[in-house]
C-alpha cells in the first residue's frame, strides 16, 4: 500500500471518488511551500512543484494499493498530468499526479494556484464540487 495525494476530482463529492472504492481515507492535507496549480481545461487539475513559489496546495490523502494505481488511476489520467512524488506540509512524501513536463510552456492552462484548491477553484466559477 502507498498513500495517493488527490487534488481534483477523486475527491469526496467529485465524480471520480467512487473509483476509489475501499481505499482508506487518510485526511485533507496540505503540499508542503512550492506547489503551483492549474487548470486543465476545468476538468482537472495540474499540480507542480515549483521551489521558487512558497504557496501550498489542499487534497486528500489516500492509501492506495500499486495494482489499484497501475490498473485503475493512472489508466485513467489525461496526457497532461503524470505521475510523481511530492512533499507534504508534515514534511512526508506521498504520489501525486502533477503537470507533465512540457505543458507550462505550452501556455494554455490556466494558473489558479491563488485558490489554493480544486473545491474553491469550482466555486468561483459556479460549479458545485
Known sequence: MVRMFLNGQAMRGGEFHPLLG???FLGVVRTAPGHRFFSIRDTCPGLLPDPAV???I???LYEVSLEF???VLLPGEPGE?????IKLADGSACF???????????GVHKEIT???GWRPYLASLGREF
Open 22 to 24: 475501499d481505499a482508506p
Open 54 to 56: 512558497d504557496s501550498v
Open 58 to 60: 489542499e487534497g486528500e
Open 69 to 71: 494505481l497501475r490498473d
Open 81 to 85: 498530468l503524470e505521475f510523481g512524488v
Open 96 to 106: 501525486s499526479m502533477l503537470l507533465a513536463r512540457g505543458e507550462l510552456e505550452r
Open 114 to 116: 491563488d485558490f489554493g
